[in-house]
């Protein structure tokens, strides 16, 4: 593949770093690997080169939790495909993230030449799951309905959820992405619409649920004000 220019590999550990670029280097001794130990690291990076060919990343790494740093980088990125690569083998952390837009799943248990079979079939276009995990499986309703609610999210209100699920006020979210408190409200509206969910609080517990691949919607509590600040 001559035409590859740029790949970025993600994760907050510089041994497994060495791993994959030693994976993508057998594959392509001309690419231009760049490579991060963080979620703000990742986005720099493709700013700095939007004509990136694959993003190699880990969900577990300084600025994403769970499934929360994927969800960002579908939405803010579609273009660019990107791979996971991961810790987890379970079959559903697989699902959801070719759910929520990877192009493909490497458990890094799995050694290089499969590792590099992974990444040549998502270049070539495909989607790529390691043998025995079946992306066809049928899904609850329910979690089928809220990986559908995210996937509407747009990169600012994914930012949002992730800055609820951490505690922060609307004027500390504010603050943090330059903008209105008025703004950060409206996503937050936004948000409980897109979500189905009634309150601020259901937001939250239903980030965190999210973060932690437990798809249903929680329960509304007594009373709680949608866009209050507490």
């Keep these: ?37 963080a979620l703000d690291e990742v986005t720099a990076a493709l700013d700095a080169h939007p004509d990136t060919d694959l993003i190699l990343f880990d969900l577990s790494m300084p600025g994403a939790r ?26 559903m952390t697989v699902r959801h993230c070719i759910d929520l837009g990877a192009s493909g799943y490497i458990p890094k248990s799995m050694g290089i030449e499969i590792m590099r079979d992974a990444i040549e079939n998502v270049l070539a276009g495909h989607i790529w799951v390691p043998t025995g995990y079946d992306l066809d499986a049928p899904i609850d309703d329910e979690t089928a309905n809220m990986v559908s609610r995210l996937s509407t999210l747009t990169p600012q209100q994914v930012r949002v959820l992730m800055m609820l699920s951490e505690g922060l006020l609307n004027k500390q979210i504010a603050y943090e992405l330059g903008v209105s408190e008025a703004t950060i409200k409206a996503h937050v509206s936004a948000i409980l619409q897109k979500l189905n969910v009634d309150s601020r609080t259901q937001a939250v517990i239903a980030a965190a649920r999210i973060e932690a691949g437990q798809w249903q919607t929680p329960a509304a509590p007594a009373s709680t004000d949608a866009t209050s600040n507490s």
Excluded: W
């Excluded at 769970?66 to 810790?87: D, E, K, T």
């Design 66 to 91: 769970g499934y929360s740093g994927l969800m960002y980088l579908r939405a803010q990125y579609p273009a660019n495909p990107l791979i996971v690569v991961s810790g987890k083998q379970d079959q």
């Design 1 to 37: 593949m001559t035409n590859l220019q740029h790949i970025i590999i993600a994760d907050d550990h510089p041994l497994f770093r060495g791993a994959l670029r030693q994976a993508v280097e057998g594959l392509f001794s001309d690419a231009i690997i760049h490579e991060a130990g």
